[in-house]
């Protein structure tokens, strides 16, 4: 039953508080205490991270990310071969947005027991992931932790986390400044969720958490089950990147990912004066369902809170001169 006065759900609640993410993001001013090891000149500074020299007008690209509570979504349908496609397609996207190619990932696989058949499901996707992006995996690590990993399954617990880097020339460098009031953004269409507000999704979707629906139930709008569509892998965008920078100027790249289109704001220290402005959205139907299905469980979603958690249909985007 719909509540007649139902609260507003956000992210906040769901348990991924922002503010507090912020917060603590201060702390990272430390590191620049390290900056003057860089061997080969000054890092520069990019409005989605750094990228440092090595020397002949060269520079690499390092990047570390996860897939958040997407795992627990794994677990749930108990299918493990393309949740390392999502970790790869994290790390590969986020170096990208420099321009870098990706060179090589190495991979760190926390377990609740090393149970072989669940590692060997999870490298297939790791696998695919890494040929699509074109990069090879060097090294990784599995450890043994079952004091802090939990699973929802005994034994199947989890986590991910992945490391990328890519090589790029002086060149090459997408900067993220010198931005116009009259370029044009270009949205990269997703897969679906991708790996991100799958807190909030789960505990709106899934009666595991306290929403509405049973994983392999069909709702209206989706044409097969719902654990399988949440559980949907993040689309790798290296060669459409790769291929459009050949062919234009590329002046900012934007992997929509935590926080979606409140990323945009950081190009927005790069270039005074200019705003955003989107009017193309085509969100797959799991981003209805979701908003759809929230004031039943848990509590009105905003349009705002939408667009602040979820790709809404874009998982990744450039920015080109209208010319």
Same mark, same amino acid.
């Given at each position: 039953?719909?509540?007649?006065? =139902? +609260? *507003?759900?956000?992210?906040?609640?769901?348990?991924?508080?922002?503010?507090?993410?912020? /917060?603590?993001? $201060?702390? @990272? &001013?430390?590191?620049?205490?390290?900056?003057?090891?860089?061997?080969?000149?000054?890092?520069?500074?990019?409005?989605?991270?750094?990228?440092?020299?090595?020397?002949?007008?060269?520079?690499?690209?390092?990047?570390?990310?996860?897939?958040?509570?997407?795992?627990?979504?794994?677990?749930?349908?108990?299918?493990?071969?393309?949740?390392?496609?999502?970790?790869?397609?994290?790390?590969?996207?986020?170096?990208?947005?420099?321009?870098?190619?990706?060179?090589?990932?190495?991979?760190?696989?926390?377990?609740?027991?090393?149970?072989?058949?669940?590692?060997?499901?999870?490298?297939?996707?790791?696998?695919?992931? =890494? +040929? *699509?992006?074109?990069?090879?995996?060097?090294?990784?690590?599995?450890?043994?932790?079952? /004091?802090?990993? $939990?699973? @929802? &399954?005994?034994?199947?617990?989890?986590?991910?986390?992945?490391?990328?880097?890519?090589?790029?020339?002086?060149?090459?460098?997408?900067?993220?400044?010198?931005?116009?009031?009259?370029?044009?953004?270009?949205?990269?269409?997703?897969?679906?969720?991708?790996?991100?507000?799958?807190?909030?999704?789960?505990?709106?979707?899934?009666?595991?958490?306290?929403?509405?629906?049973?994983?392999?139930?069909?709702?209206?709008?989706?044409?097969?089950?719902?654990?399988?569509?949440?559980?949907?892998?993040?689309?790798?965008?290296?060669?459409?990147?790769?291929?459009?920078?050949?062919?234009?100027?590329?002046?900012?790249?934007?992997?929509?990912?935590?926080?979606?289109?409140?990323?945009?704001?950081?190009?927005?220290?790069?270039?005074?004066?200019?705003?955003?402005?989107?009017?193309?959205?085509?969100?797959?139907?799991?981003?209805?369902?979701?908003?759809?299905?929230?004031?039943?469980?848990?509590?009105?979603?905003?349009?705002?809170?939408?667009?602040?958690?979820?790709?809404?249909?874009?998982?990744?985007?450039?920015?080109?001169?209208?010319?």
């Amino acid at each position: 039953m719909v509540r007649l006065l =139902a +609260e *507003e759900f956000t992210y906040a609640k769901a348990g991924v508080n922002r503010r507090l993410r912020e /917060e603590s993001k $201060k702390a @990272l &001013s430390l590191l620049k205490e390290t900056y003057r090891f860089s061997h080969f000149g000054e890092i520069l500074q990019l409005p989605y991270g750094n990228i440092f020299p090595i020397g002949n007008n060269r520079f690499l690209d390092l990047v570390i990310e996860g897939i958040g509570t997407k795992v627990l979504v794994a677990q749930l349908a108990e299918k493990y071969d393309t949740i390392g496609i999502d970790g790869v397609a994290m790390a590969v996207n986020d170096v990208i947005r420099s321009g870098a190619k990706p060179l090589a990932i190495a991979d760190n696989i926390h377990t609740q027991v090393s149970d072989p058949k669940l590692v060997e499901e999870l490298m297939k996707g790791i696998v695919k992931a =890494a +040929e *699509e992006a074109g990069c090879i995996v060097p090294s990784g690590e599995i450890g043994d932790v079952a /004091e802090i990993i $939990k699973g @929802l &399954s005994e034994g199947k617990g989890f986590d991910m986390v992945f490391s990328c880097i890519g090589i790029l020339s002086k060149d090459e460098i997408i900067y993220g400044n010198g931005l116009k009031p009259e370029d044009i953004i270009i949205g990269l269409r997703s897969s679906g969720l991708h790996s991100n507000g799958i807190t909030l999704a789960r505990k709106v979707l899934f009666k595991q958490w306290g929403g509405k629906y049973d994983p392999f139930e069909i709702p209206d709008g989706l044409s097969r089950e719902l654990v399988y569509e949440v559980l949907e892998p993040t689309r790798i965008y290296v060669k459409p990147l790769l291929e459009l920078k050949r062919q234009v100027e590329v002046k900012a790249a934007v992997h929509i990912t935590g926080d979606a289109y409140l990323k945009f704001g950081k190009l927005m220290n790069f270039s005074k004066g200019v705003g955003f402005f989107f009017d193309n959205f085509r969100p797959q139907p799991i981003f209805e369902l979701i908003q759809k299905t929230a004031p039943e469980v848990r509590g009105i979603i905003t349009d705002e809170e939408m667009l602040k958690t979820f790709n809404m249909g874009w998982g990744f985007a450039v920015i080109v001169d209208r010319e």
